[in-house]
């Protein structure tokens, strides 16, 4: 017999109970359907950051080339170097 899900209050209490359990204990994977969420946007968050005005000044140049927004491109440049950061060292 799998455990009860509680109900969560927001996502980021749901966030915080997945990331110390394991959904075996809870969810029965055996009877689970494969299912696709094409027009899922992950959840934003707006921030203020401050850039020295060349290095914004050089982002909208290259945005501008590849024909993207300057925001787009950062999210870009941020997700690549985030996962390369991520990605485990080879010695």
């Known amino acids: 017999m799998k455990r009860k899900v509680p109900k969560f209050e927001s996502e980021d209490q749901e966030r915080d109970f997945w990331s110390h359990r394991d959904s075996a204990a809870y969810i029965d994977w055996g009877k689970a359907n494969l299912l696709s969420f094409p027009r899922l ?6 921030i203020s950051i401050r850039l020295p005005e060349s290095m914004l000044d050089n982002l909208k140049v290259l945005a ?27 010695d």
């Open 41 to 46: 946007k992950p959840s934003t968050r707006t």
């Open 64 to 90: 501008n080339r590849r024909d993207v927004p300057y925001q787009s491109l950062l999210k870009i440049f941020l997700a690549e170097r985030i996962e390369e950061e991520l990605r485990p060292k080879r």
